[in-house]
């Protein structure tokens, strides 16, 4: 149990478009996600937590107008990297909870590469 | 931010050795996380310690949490090539994981 699926697991994009990324989860309702971002050899950094029907919070230095997140169901939380640049290439995991304070699940993650 | 710090940054081992990976912090976490990560996947959770000189032990490998709850050690015994992997440790403050920059571990047959 506690699957946590992520799509798309790869996309390439041109630099000034925007991509959404699909974070569900797949056997259990998750009312919080969390979004995090991960460089090569590096480690996780979360940018945003999202409780189900609430507005994201952001951490400290995450453009909130840059990385907009929707969580709109117990199951379904979206990223979209909106006016994506080259330096916004990166691998992006989600996380899925059945609360803020329980075990947060991962997914696959997605390979973001914008050109 | 709650720095994790975690040593050595890569290990590469013959099948058979022991290997112990280090997760230091100046902060004190409510709970610590080891997690392994595959290429392309998202991290696995091996195990939580909670409690200030916690041991716990999975098969082969062997975790231990700090009396202060700063810091945290990961112990493989007779690593196998199937052990090879990113090792991250992560702390738990409130809600949110504070992960350290990982251990890349290479176990060769």
């Keep these: 149990g506690a699957v946590v699926s992520q799509h798309p697991s790869r996309v390439i994009c041109k630099s000034g478009t925007s991509v959404k990324i699909e974070c569900r989860s797949l056997d259990f309702q998750a009312t919080t996600m969390f979004w995090y971002r991960q460089f090569p050899k590096k480690s996780l950094m979360l940018m945003a937590t999202s409780n189900e029907g609430s507005k994201a919070t952001y951490e400290q230095g995450v453009e909130k107008d840059k990385f907009l997140i929707n969580h709109a169901s117990l199951t379904l939380s979206t990223l979209t990297v909106t006016s994506a640049h080259p330096e916004d290439s990166s691998f992006y995991i989600c996380s899925a909870s059945f609360d803020s304070y329980n075990e947060q699940f991962f997914g696959p993650g997605t390979r973001l590469t914008v050109l | ?109």
């Design chain 2, 1 to 109: 931010t709650q720095l994790l710090e975690q040593s050595p940054q890569f290990l590469s081992i013959q099948e058979g050795e022991n290997l112990t990976v280090y997760c230091n912090s100046s902060s004190v976490f409510s709970s610590l996380q080891w997690y392994r990560q595959e290429p392309g996947e998202g991290p696995v959770l091996l195990v939580t310690v909670v409690t200030g000189g916690e041991v716990k032990k999975l098969k082969r490998l062997t975790f231990q949490f700090g009396d202060a709850r700063k810091d945290s050690s990961l112990h493989i015994t007779a690593a196998q090539p199937g052990d090879t992997g990113l090792y991250l440790c992560a702390g738990v403050s409130d809600y949110k994981l504070s992960f350290g920059a990982g251990t890349t571990v290479t176990v060769r047959a």
